[in-house]
């Protein structure tokens, strides 16, 4: 095509992205950020619950172990970790998995250890250990057991 004069017209191309391109990277930045948030939980609290579920799981263990033998198992706190008196030994570990896992409060404290008695008997006292963090004390949870049910883990201002 011309133009009166001779000249001929070159359609011109405007560099950039169109509006569909940008929609989807943004999406795509939105999905990818979401899952990142999701994926990166506090780590002090993921690592306090599973050390309570570590422990609920070792507890009744001990119970049942107790319960098979007819030997009484107490379970109580040292300086390093916590010990379970009356067990196989070697059967149960005797640490917790991070250092900075302490005890707070347990049904039973003596000299400042918290006890909790395993059995023989099928059913046990109510008892419960209260674990919190000693880089984060306002996080805790509880690990209780009515003496019938096994021990489960809550949150430590639950009934």
Do not use: C
């Not at 899952?35 to 990166?40: I, K, L, T």
């Not at 896992?101 to 909790?116: F, I, K, N, R």
């Amino acid at each position: 095509m011309g133009r009166p004069g001779g000249e001929t017209v070159t359609p011109t191309r405007h560099a950039g992205f169109t509006l569909l391109e940008l929609l989807v990277v943004v999406a795509i930045i939105a999905v990818a950020s979401a899952g990142v948030s999701f994926a990166m939980r506090d780590s002090s609290q993921t690592q306090l619950e599973r050390e309570a579920q570590r422990l609920a799981a070792l507890l009744e263990s001990g119970r049942a172990q107790s319960r098979t033998s007819g030997v009484p198992i107490v379970w109580h706190t040292t300086p390093g970790g916590f010990q379970f008196d009356g067990a196989a030994p070697q059967s149960l570990p005797e640490y917790w998995l991070h250092a900075d896992t302490q005890v707070s409060q347990a049904t039973t404290m003596v000299a400042g250890q918290a006890l909790l008695t395993l059995g023989p008997e099928p059913i046990i006292g109510p008892q419960e250990v209260v674990l919190g963090s000693a880089d984060h004390p306002k996080q805790s949870l509880r690990v209780s057991t009515d003496g019938l049910r096994p021990f489960a883990v809550q949150p430590a201002n639950s009934p």
